[in-house]
């Protein structure tokens, strides 16, 4: 029940757009960069609160070109991957540490994890990537709740053991967690808001021979993924 993959020539169109976006980039947050460090006073404070949000937003361009270059990569198999056993309870554990802050409101995110070995082979640094970027995108939808609840355990998966990792708030997560595969559909990685960066984790966890779904009830602030030990 994953996603379809891209079209052949849509890898080829994404890594031509960031070769494009780049340099406009540059040049703009570079010629921003060079005004706001004038010495204080020579800009109107108004002003300077207006490059700094353009700052802010160039920024933002930067990170979604990086994000379109690496789903090319991923989609056209000529991303990177390192092999090694990863504890996947401690890059659960990172991926929530490194969580950055909601600018509205405080969401905590508690991780509750099952006694035993959970190694995976895999990628620890593009796992914790993807992970971070499952549950930001996630924390962002709580509106009725301020706390995140990350259930993990170990359950066979396509015949091997795996970890299955429940995500939900409060409300939702003891049915998240029981939810059998009829109950989960395909995982919506294209809400608006978090850029390309669900469409990579996606491709991560499925580098890694696991699955992210979503529930089949429609709930926004829920997922389930599953990583083969």
């Given amino acids: ?40 006073g020579t800009l109107d404070e108004r002003y300077r609160r207006m490059l700094e949000e353009a700052e802010k937003s160039c920024g ?32 659960l554990t990172a991926a929530i540490d490194t969580l950055p802050p909601l600018p509205d409101r405080n969401v905590t995110v508690e991780l509750r994890a099952a006694g035993g070995a959970a190694v995976v082979q895999g990628d620890a640094p593009r796992l914790q990537s993807a992970l971070t970027s499952v549950l930001h995108g996630l924390r962002r939808e709580v509106v009725t709740s301020d706390k995140l609840i990350v259930n993990e355990r170990t359950a066979p998966y396509n015949g091997q053991s795996a970890s299955w990792i429940a995500i939900a708030d409060a409300e939702n997560i003891e049915a998240v967690t029981g939810a059998q595969l009829q ?10 808001g978090c850029g390309l960066s669900l469409a990579v984790a996606r491709r991560v966890i499925d580098r890694h021979q696991g699955s992210i779904w979503s529930p089949a009830s429609g709930v926004k602030t829920a997922a389930v993924i599953a990583l083969p030990h």
């Fill in 1 to 40: 029940m994953s996603s379809p993959p891209l079209e052949p020539k849509w890898p080829r169109l994404l890594s031509l757009s960031v070769h494009e976006f780049r340099t406009p980039i540059s040049v703009v947050a570079g010629y921003l960069r060079m005004v706001l460090k004038d010495p204080a």
């Fill in 60 to 91: 933002r361009l930067s990170a979604l070109a990086a994000e379109m270059s690496d789903l090319s990569a991923l989609e056209a198999g000529t991303a990177a991957f390192k092999k090694a056993p990863v504890d996947i309870r401690g890059v």
């Fill in 183 to 192: 109950d989960l559909t395909v995982f919506d990685e294209w809400r608006g």
